[in-house]
């Protein structure tokens, strides 16, 4: 037997015996409390006497949150006596810099700041280059409120589709066990991303009276496959494209990112009348520009004196950012330029041996950034940019749009004309916006920017006040929280 058969049996026999042990101390648990089996774990958040007093009961062990953090986190709706209970399953979940799982973290707490209840569904951290440390294969936790099952999924590699799959369907696998003892759920969140899995489950949980069912499309899938060339046309795709549309239909609540998303889905599919648009968002109160001689993150790294072209985020193939190093060789005459490449993903290792084979000196490779840490790397761009496919279009919107506007640094978009962030981009006046993958536009525009250093600085200021005014982190998850109280109303 090789050693990865061997560790599959191990997890999925610790994963079997951990369901059993967990069933057998509900049976065992006392009368009096919802959740008395709780292991201790530590959080950092001031919740009310009531919810400690909870905690407490459930065995959890609260402690105060220290001077450093930050806790201005206001109710983005008013408190309200009907409380709900939902259950969002996210593979993804701080720790893990993966958007998405970013995203429901602070979903999920405005929504226990607005009175209500949230539990969460989360596979320990995968989207970093370096080592964390491991859970257990069932652990819960009560941070900021939110209450956490980790799922103990093993990681795997990110380079073909079925090495990305496999976790998900091991956390898939996980969750329907553990999610299957939670009670008193009103409402089950998922999102499309990992494709089908999570909706899949999310649907099934609704089918129990008295649940809703919201599904979040991040991506639109397996269109999005399909237009990347992941996916060819079989039965497979066929299969899927006909279970994600029962899904879509089945969902109470059908959230997507934007206009030209909202009219990608119901080109194929003119039937639903469930769609809401709630775009995604960014904190203004965490993520504010930083002045660059005030900027640790440019000291750290030698930036300072330098002109920051950056590129951060997902290097995967929707973007296109097999072009950077040819960006970066159009900008090599300008000394003082550097291309800062600030992420991971499928597509890193090409990038980084094109920058080596053409012997690019202007180029300079990052790992993803604690949350912590976006303040400052974000706010060291000079000129930030978006990319991506022109096939792409209306199937994904790039959440790294609003960051870049909250940080106020101007950007290079190149990204199909009628799509999200070029209608944002143009409407609020916060950067250019080029034909999408042509290395030739983006360099040409970012020297437009490196040329007029006034008009940039003025593009930035547009960008803070359109992410403040527009895309905060309240008014969406508001949006959201609006709209699970109707939902069940």
């Not at 006497?49 to 949150?65: E, H, I, N, Y």
């Not at 720790?95 to 569904?121: K, N, R, S, W, Y």
């Not at 939110?146 to 898939?172: C, D, M, T």
């Not at 399909?226 to 109470?252: C, N």
């Amino acid at each position: 037997m090789t050693f990865g058969a061997r560790r599959d049996r191990f997890w999925l026999k610790n994963l079997i015996m951990s369901g059993t042990e967990f069933v057998q101390r509900i049976k065992r648990r006392p009368s009096g409390g919802r959740h008395q089996t709780m292991r201790s774990v530590e959080t950092a958040f001031p919740i009310d006497l009531a919810a400690r007093k909870r905690a407490r009961r459930s065995g959890l062990r609260v402690v105060s949150p220290s001077a450093n953090d930050d806790l201005r986190c206001s109710p983005p709706v008013k408190r309200t006596e009907s409380k709900l209970r939902v259950l969002f399953l996210s593979p993804h979940y701080p720790p893990d810099v993966a958007a998405t799982g970013q995203l429901v973290a602070e979903l999920a707490e405005d929504l226990v700041a607005a009175g209500h209840e949230a539990i969460v569904m989360a596979s320990r951290p995968s989207y970093t280059d370096d080592t964390h440390s491991s859970y257990k294969i069932l652990e819960r936790e009560l941070r900021n409120g939110v209450e956490i099952h980790w799922l103990g999924v093993p990681r795997a590699g990110r380079r073909g589709i079925w090495s990305r799959l496999l976790p998900f369907a091991g956390y898939f696998a996980a969750a329907a066990l553990r999610s299957a003892f939670i009670r008193k759920i009103d409402i089950v969140f998922a999102q499309s991303t990992p494709p089908l899995l999570a909706g899949l489950l999310a649907s099934t949980h609704s089918l129990l009276p008295g649940r809703r069912f919201v599904y979040n499309l991040q991506d639109v899938y397996p269109e999005l496959g399909q237009e990347m060339g992941v996916l060819g046309d079989g039965v497979v795709t066929g299969l899927s494209k006909r279970i994600e549309s029962r899904l879509r239909h089945r969902a109470d609540l059908l959230t997507v990112l934007s206009q030209d998303m909202k009219a990608r889905i119901l080109s194929s599919d003119r039937d639903l009348n469930n769609i809401s648009i709630v775009s995604n968002w960014t904190d203004t109160k965490k993520v504010v520009p930083v002045a660059p001689e005030d900027n640790r993150f440019r000291q750290q790294h030698g930036l300072a004196g330098r002109f920051v072209v950056m590129y951060s985020g997902n290097l995967g193939r929707v973007h296109g950012v097999e072009l950077l190093p040819e960006v970066a060789a159009a900008l090599a005459d300008l000394e003082d330029l550097v291309l800062l490449i600030v992420g991971s993903g499928p597509a890193k290792a090409t990038v980084a041996n094109a920058v080596e084979k053409r012997g690019l000196k202007n180029v300079m490779f990052l790992p993803y950034q604690p949350k912590e840490g976006l303040n400052e790397s974000l706010s060291a761009a000079d000129v930030a940019l978006i990319l991506q496919r022109r096939s792409a279009s209306g199937l994904v919107v790039p959440s790294k749009l609003y960051g870049i506007l909250a940080s106020g640094r101007p950007a290079v978009a190149a990204v199909p004309p009628d799509c999200e962030v070029a209608r944002v981009l143009r409407e609020e006046r916060a950067g250019i916006v080029v034909e999408p993958e042509s290395a030739k536009a983006i360099a040409n525009a970012v020297r437009e920017l490196y040329l007029g250093r006034a008009r940039a600085a003025e593009m930035g200021k547009k960008a803070r006040l359109a992410a403040i005014d527009r895309h905060d982190r309240r008014q969406a998850t508001g949006r959201y929280i609006k709209l699970f109280e109707q939902l069940t109303s």
